[in-house]
């Protein structure tokens, strides 16, 4: 029995798990380690005796690209703070990059609320290369009676949106900026401008380039008409020049209601009321006489006389007030 309990005991031991033996890493691992450790303590020894002259290295940096100021912006302290703290004669600055990875393309509307408020960066000029070619609409208001948009945004942001179709400007006082959007934007089918405070010729030469427009609404607008282009308003002549004869090959609607109007003819006429409504009539009259076929709806300040004879001479046009 007592031969028994020793065999037990032996089988026991022999069974029992050994611990596993320490890991230890592959000579080559070590070895590169220490190579490397090696290599950046040169580097940053190297690094730290370099002392040029400053204007050396601002002669250097001038002739590096982008890539090449990221990459020696790192090599030393030096370095860091000429390319980065704006050094007195160093005129080659790192810019910081928007890369989009096409994460934007998905947006279809884009809305600057208030863009007085917004602080325009002369250098909004260098996204010129970025295309939203999602975005087909945009907002755009303030709510400052004196401030416009800055004339780098109004330059750029028709370089950034090819695809937009729709354009509404709220109070804004820049008269500009549509010309820019319709010569930029050739699939602009919509304009909305509601502002007492925007100048628009009356024949439509701010949006002459949009040969794909079908929708204009400016209420509360101001149209100027220059004494050259007197002939909008003659009934009896010239029948292709007419109120937005300028961009009208596609309008399907319009809204120009409660406009204010701004006669730019000699002997003041712009004080003769009674001379000042005639003209007016006469100016929407021919507009409707003479639109193109598309058009189906038309709101304005047409009398009620009017439209009941407009209605009989084009009664595919829906006229309202």
Known sequence: MRRANTNNKNNNNRTRKRPPPPFLPPPSIIGDDIIAGRTRRQKRAIASKW???TPIIIEIISWLDQESLMNMNVVSKQLYDIITTNEPGNKNEIHPIFETKNKLQRYQIMRFK???KFKCDKKIG???NIQMNGITSLYLSTSSKSSTIGASLAFDLPDILPK????????IADCFILKHFSRKCPLLEKVTSYSNRNH??????EMQASKNLKEIYMNNSIFSVWVNNRKISDLNNDPDIFMFHNCCK???RVSIRYMNWKFYFPNDFDDNKVQKLILI???LIKFVLNAPPTLHWFRSDLTP???TMLRMERPGIELLR
Do not use: P, R, T, W
């Open 250 to 252: 596609a309008l399907e």
């Open 200 to 205: 628009y010729h009356a024949c439509g030469f």
């Open 114 to 116: 208030d863009i007085s």
């Open 126 to 128: 260098m996204v010129k």
């Open 305 to 307: 006389d009017n439209m």
């Open 281 to 283: 009539q006469n100016i």
């Open 51 to 53: 002392d040029l002259q």
């Open 164 to 171: 937009l179709q729709e354009l509404d400007l709220d109070n």
